[in-house]
């Protein structure tokens, strides 16, 4: 079974995060037997940003690596065991709601495909990137 990256990769809907993972350093990390658990961002999630945020995060490492860890959770959780807990923590540190009371939502994102199983982990594709606080 492949990995969370080289499933990233060779879904094609993920070209933004790939780029972020590497241009942060992360690919390792994410290539590592974990497992995690990843909200993914889709292309068209990260094209919700404003203009020339993209490119000012790449400009700006640690900003982004804040970011991405904050989509990471330690732990293979599936949705129902998300369903279960509410708020889980992530590998940057911060807390994540979970609500799948209607729909599948994790923060102020809706999740658009749900347990993805990769080697490592899981992945949850998210239609909106997730920020801290």
Sequence with gaps: MADIVDIAVGAGSFTTLVTAVQ??????????????TVFAPNDDAFAKLPPGTIQTLVQNIPQ?????KYHV?????KQ?????????TSVEGST??????EAFEVKN????????EADNGVI????TVILMG
């Design 23 to 36: 241009a942060a350093g992360l690919v390792d990390v994410l290539k590592s037997p974990g497992p995690f």
């Design 64 to 68: 982004l690596t804040r970011i991405l």
């Design 73 to 77: 959770v330690p732990g293979k959780l």
């Design 80 to 88: 129902a065991d998300l369903a279960q807990v509410g708020t889980v």
């Design 96 to 101: 994540i709601k979970i609500d799948c009371s």
């Design 109 to 116: 994102a809706t999740v658009l495909a749900a347990d993805i």
């Design 124 to 127: 949850h594709v998210i239609d």
